[in-house]
Nanobody, 123 residues
Framework: QVQLVESGGGLVQPGGSLRLSCAAS????????MSWYRQAPGKQRELVAT???????SYGDSVKGRFTISRDYDKNTVYLQMNRLKPEDTAVYFC?????????????????WGQGTQVTVSA
């Protein structure tokens, strides 16, 4: 069993900053990729940023140059530093981990999601 716990969401003014955290715990053997997604009312879920096991980041076009994704390998944690926030960034942000779980007898490749954290950008 694997659990992802997110934190750092909240209310911020346009132009402000927030830092989201997502910590994975449980029977984790290794994590290949960690990502941040977001979903706003009336919109499809979109990929915000992703980072590989080699620490190579990539970003959606709407956040490129403003957001930074990073990993702490020892803590199985991914971060999203969000700068110069805009009202269009308002959404529920979800953490995702593509990982290998080890129960003690079996290795299992799977995808896990956090519970989501609300980010609201408003004056």
């Amino acid at each position: 069993q694997v659990q992802l716990v997110e934190s750092g969401g909240g209310l911020v003014q346009p132009g402000g900053s927030l830092r989201l955290s997502c910590a994975a715990s449980g029977s984790i053997f290794s994590i290949y990729v960690m990502s941040w997604y977001r979903q706003a009312p009336g919109k499809q879920r979109e990929l915000v940023a992703t980072i590989t096991s080699g620490a190579n980041p990539s970003y959606g076009d709407s956040v490129k140059g403003r957001f930074t994704i990073s990993r702490d390998y020892d803590k199985n944690t991914v971060y999203l530093q969000m700068n110069r926030l805009k009202p269009e960034d308002t959404a529920v942000y979800f953490c995702n981990a593509d990982l290998v779980e080890y129960s003690g007898t079996v290795y299992r490749r799977n995808d896990y999601w956090g519970q989501g954290t609300q980010v609201t950008v408003s004056a």
